[in-house]
């Protein structure tokens, strides 16, 4: 009669490496490694070749469907931690938060006053130049007025130094519909309820967000592709992949696009975008940030989110990331504010400019 203690020959699986953090949990597992790829080296080092972790189980009978759907668990436990903490509260937490707000506030400021010589004249010269419009998704289930957070911070930011000159909201990233018909709204200049292709030529739309929101930034651009409106600019902060959707595919009514990942803790951002249609849109850089030797402050967060999942956050509240974001958007401001006024001294033979930044 066989033993129930009798041991089979060990199974090998090879596992990417997100799955692989979850299993160091239960199974001790040791190592790192991630696909990683960019156009900087300045923010850490680059793989050219993705890894993958190679893990081995003794399987016992009987327990390999318990054995996976316990890691199952894991995984969803994990991510859903990560969601959940970008939604908590912490009174402790909030002067310390508040030094981060300030210290993000000054680092876009001097982003933003460096950017270009030109910068505050086409600002308040733009004459009729269309408003530039800039959503923002939230990460996890972190609502759209939680000061906390640097993308509403950023938003804010935005507002407060371009004026009338832009239109900065924030959305949750379960709301792609409501921010949808918001954007309609401010481009239906007649106000009929329908737009014309003239409306539709003139959007100058940005998009940006971290992590889930990240995501919902490619998925609303793809949106409004389908719907003939042209996105300048998306930022993809740290993008985690939402069931269903694509965030790796920049769709071609996107002018330009730049992502921004890291590949630290158990929640990893897409290593790289690409565009759908190269000849349409301009992919600025994949950026690997990296954290370790470089801790950002991310007391805006509950401590277990910064035990387990620091790195994701880190990204979030790092002012290198907003700073570049604020130069790129600086940018399409001043070139869609120096575009209305040649076009208004020179109506018969109008510019547009580069307004890319480098990298």
Known sequence: MPSAERQTAPTTIRTPALFASVLAFSA???????????DSAAFGSINKEPRSHVITFHRYPGTTGRQLAFLLFLLVVCVSFSAVAQTAQ???????????????TLVLRSAVDTASPDSHAAVENGGNAPRVIVIGFMGGFARSNDQKHPEVQFAQYLRDHYRSDIHAEVFGNHHGRKALQEVQRLLDGNGDGTLSSAEKEDARIIIYGHSWGATETVVFARELGKRGIPVLLTVQVDSIAKLGRDNSKIPANVVKAINFYQSGGPLHGRAEIFAADPAQTKII???HMTYEGHSINCNNYPWFARTFNKPHHEIENDPRVWNHAALLIDSEIVTTNLTARESASWPCCSSTPDGGSQF
């Open 28 to 38: 001790a597992v040791s190592g790192r490694g991630f696909p990683d790829s960019g």
């Open 90 to 104: 912490s009174q402790a937490d909030v002067p310390r938060g508040l030094a981060m707000q300030e210290a993000l």
């Open 285 to 287: 850089g994949n950026l």
